[in-house]
């Protein structure tokens, strides 16, 4: 394992607090610091409610909003649960929600709360680009329907979905529309005061702020008529938030909306031609495919599926050199794959296959480089692993095959024996499988040799995962293991 950290290329996880950020927040920590309580009436308390006031300025002015339109909150979830719960709560009649397949879920598990509770939700697929057509948003729209959830910028594939067309319909037919824009804030112009928006969610750790800190921008005319507290305790932020103001978290928060505006216009530039960068070098492969292609894209975010490799044995190839997020779920005992790929129309295997990089404020060329060279050599290396012909045993000997499982299993395993009379003189395999898979038949392999047909197999799946320190959830991929052996057995004879 390399001593060095690995590149950082999952911006769109979580960001580093930008120094200068860092440095603000800090003024408000310590005795000498603005620590106060935004709420109290004595001078700390105004000092700090003075910090809490421009901090609100600056996200406000990031997204073009009106200060009192914003509602701090803890982050994108909270503002996405407050957005969604929120407004039914507040409707005494219409109960209809519509939302995306491929929406995050902060916003899919609370439209799944509600259908709970009673209401009807529509989930609409978007075309294989990942873009949500306003027809058919238009065709899923009822007489009942209240509130349509979708989010700007998706965090997976970075697909923009057309906001403005997608709330228009809603405002013309009087529902309500709510867009997630976490990955969008400091990386794409947004200016709501144009926009037929009337609730969006943001968070600060994705732009370079600190966790723990979000908003909801609360168009006019919504609050009071149409969103409701789901939380109770004190009235803060206009009686639909409250809790005591984190005054060094908002300051973080406003210097980074802050810093964010002033680098928008050099930055997006500079990461779309960095993403490209690594996704040429990446198309060098062949066999693979860019997610959301075709469609717009915020800067940063680049999810590529590669055939012919397994997700989880690629993640673990690259993750010593390169923190990168995957789209499937690999240390799951399910081992779903990325709903938002589903929904894209991928298959399971290609999904589960998927890496997404994301590139942010202190990327570089050379970063982007070394990243796109280690995955490549990783891909030809997996790629070479996966089974395929093999050369002709040598004069004298014998080559016994046996294969089990598939691609679509998401485990392939396939063993060569080389025979000389009734014992095996080496063992080879190739494989498409997961880390600890391909790590029991290296090591079934060193057994093998001198073994004879009679006493081919050494032990139980059980005890090679014992042995090799296997998750009890990954002993079926063993159980393939054992088959591809038994089927080198009945090819043997």
Request: glycine share 10%; hydrophobic share 45%.
């Amino acid at each position: 394992m390399s001593s060095a950290p690995p590149l950082y290329l999952d911006y769109a996880a979580t960001t580093p607090v930008d120094p200068a950020v860092a440095g603000a927040m800090a003024e408000c920590l310590g005795r000498d610091g603005d620590f106060g309580n935004p709420a109290s009436q004595h001078a700390y308390g105004a000092r700090a409610s003075q910090r809490a006031a421009r901090a609100r300025a600056q996200v406000a002015a990031l997204v073009g909003a009106a200060p009192e339109q914003i509602i701090f909150t803890s982050g994108a979830t909270e503002s996405d649960n407050l957005a969604l719960l929120g407004a039914a709560r507040a409707s005494a009649g219409p109960r209809h929600l519509v939302t995306l397949r491929t929406e995050h879920k902060a916003v899919l598990d609370p439209c799944r709360h509600l259908e709970r509770q009673g209401c009807s939700v529509t989930y609409l697929t978007p075309a294989r680009s990942g873009v949500l057509e306003p027809a058919v948003l238009a065709a899923a729209l009822r007489a009942d329907t209240l509130l349509v959830s979708v989010m700007y910028a998706n965090n997976e594939t970075g697909v923009l979905q057309d906001i403005a067309a997608l709330g228009s319909l809603c405002r013309a037919r009087g529902i309500l529309f709510h867009t997630d824009c976490a990955q969008a804030l400091g990386k794409v112009p947004l200016n709501l005061a144009s926009l037929p928006v009337d609730l969006a969610s943001f968070t600060a750790h994705k732009l370079y702020g600190p966790k723990g800190i979000g908003a909801l921008y609360v168009g006019e005319g919504v609050r009071g008529r149409a969103l409701q507290p789901v939380l109770f305790g004190g009235g803060q932020e206009r009686g639909l938030r409250p809790g005591t103001l984190p005054t060094h978290q908002l300051v973080g928060f406003g210097a980074a909306c802050e810093l964010a505006g002033h680098l928008l216009q050099e930055e997006g530039p500079r990461l779309t031609l960095l993403r490209e960068r690594l996704w040429h070098a990446l198309a060098t492969l062949g066999g693979v495919h860019l997610n959301g292609a075709g469609a717009p894209r915020v800067p940063g975010i680049l999810s590529v599926s590669f055939e012919g490799v397994e997700g989880e044995s690629l993640l673990a190839a690259v993750q010593d050199r390169l923190a990168v997020s995957t789209g499937a779920a690999c240390n799951s005992a399910v081992r779903d794959a990325s709903h938002v790929l589903h929904a894209m129309g991928r298959s399971a295997r290609l999904a589960e296959s998927t890496l997404r990089f994301s590139l942010g404020r202190f990327s570089s060329e050379s970063e982007v480089d070394l990243a796109a060279a280690t995955v490549v050599r990783e891909v030809r290396r997996l790629r070479s692993m996966a089974p395929g012909q093999e050369p002709p045993p040598a004069p004298g000997v014998t080559l016994v095959s046996g294969e089990a499982g598939g691609p679509e299993q998401g485990t392939w395993i396939r063993f060569h024996l080389i025979v000389r009379g009734d014992t095996v003189k080496e063992a080879r395999f190739k494989a498409l499988a997961c880390p600890h898979t391909v790590d029991t038949a290296a090591w079934l392999c060193a057994q093998l040799a001198g073994r004879r047909s009679a006493d081919l197999i050494p032990g139980t799946p059980a005890e090679w995962a014992a042995a090799r320190a296997v998750p009890v959830e990954k002993l079926g991929r063993l159980l393939i293991v054992e088959d591809a052996l038994r089927d080198c057995l009945t090819r043997w004879h």
